[in-house]
């Protein structure tokens, strides 16, 4: 079976100059754990995840006793907030992906995620324009519907 056939094409697509707060809407209202960002011709150049974005308001020292003696939490993040704004998707975006291609198969795809940990990847054509992102709920959403005929079995 072909990730062609069940990735989804719902995702956020942004440029390089997108401010971080519009990411941060964007992660926000979409529900998307991804931001890709891409360039004028649809070209991948790299993403951004909802941990990137943490990693930015939230700093890395804090172990969880230390986070527990924080009275405003939001008052640091709101600070952290402040110092990170103008930043843009290119200054906080990874540039090192592993990415799949339409005519990769499912296996391939669940082999690939689980591999490198990773909740979704995206899907690019030979042209590495940016066509969708497949993850573990997308195959077994397909798996129970298209494979086992379990969708309203229950």
């Known amino acids: 079976?072909?990730?062609?056939?069940?990735?989804?094409?719902?995702?956020?697509?942004?440029?390089?100059?997108?401010?971080f707060a519009t990411l941060l809407a964007k992660h926000a209202t979409t529900g998307n754990r991804h931001s890709y960002v891409?360039?004028?011709t649809g070209q991948l150049l790299g993403f951004v995840?909802?941990?990137?974005?943490?990693?930015?308001?939230?700093?890395?020292y804090l172990t969880s006793t230390l986070a527990a003696s924080i009275s405003d939490g939001a008052e640091l993040i709101r600070k952290r907030f402040d110092e990170s704004k103008h930043l843009t998707a290119a200054d906080i975006m990874q540039r090192k992906f592993v990415v799949l291609h339409p005519e990769d198969t499912l296996i391939e795809a669940n082999v690939q995620l689980h591999e490198g940990n990773f909740n979704a990847l995206p899907?690019?054509?030979?042209a590495g324009i940016l066509l969708g992102d497949i993850g573990r709920k997308d195959i077994l959403k397909h798996i129970a519907m298209d494979i086992c005929g379990v969708i309203g079995a229950a």
């Open 38 to 40: 891409v360039d004028e």
């Open 1 to 19: 079976m072909k990730i062609a056939r069940c990735m989804n094409t719902e995702i956020t697509r942004v440029s390089p100059d997108t401010t």
């Open 123 to 126: 899907v690019v054509n030979d």
């Open 49 to 60: 995840t909802n941990l990137d974005m943490m990693a930015r308001m939230v700093p890395s």
